[in-house]
């Protein structure tokens, strides 16, 4: 029974892991990638991802088609929560005045947090007020295509 629990979390992760990287995020699996990543020139999104099914059913699917829009970040990045603990501590280090949360966004600006989208602002909300609140965050922050 406990094997069968194990694959199955490893299915979660391993889906929801390519289901980002797909949608063209670049994995942080490490501090040292979190520093070089959240301290480029430009804007970054960060999509903290967790195995929950706000997750899957809302941010994930909001990560992506947020995108679809005349401004976006320059780099698209994620870290998993749960999974890469120390990737995401460093990550949540930037993210100051905001208690850990996942799933979550963190929009920077040269290494410096422009907005965040908290789980309180997922979880029980229809994807599409996900997608229009990072779209609302590009258009402050952003530049144009």
Do not use: W
């Amino acid at each position: 029974m406990n094997m069968d629990f194990n694959f199955f979390m490893n299915d979660v992760v391993t889906n929801a892991r390519k289901e980002i990287v797909d949608a063209g995020y670049e994995e942080l699996k490490t501090p040292e990638d979190v520093e070089r990543a959240l301290n480029k020139e430009g804007t970054t999104l960060v999509m903290v991802n967790s195995v929950c099914g706000c997750a899957g059913g809302i941010a994930r699917p909001a990560a992506a088609h947020s995108l679809h829009y005349d401004k976006r970040p320059d780099h698209l990045v994620t870290v998993f929560a749960g999974q890469d603990k120390e990737a995401t501590d460093a990550a949540r280090s930037y993210f100051t005045g905001f208690p850990p949360s996942s799933p979550s966004f963190a929009l920077l600006k040269d290494g410096k947090l422009c907005q965040m989208v908290e789980r309180h602002e997922i979880e029980g909300h229809e994807p599409m007020a996900v997608i229009n609140k990072l779209q609302n965050a590009f258009e402050q922050h952003c530049k144009d295509l």
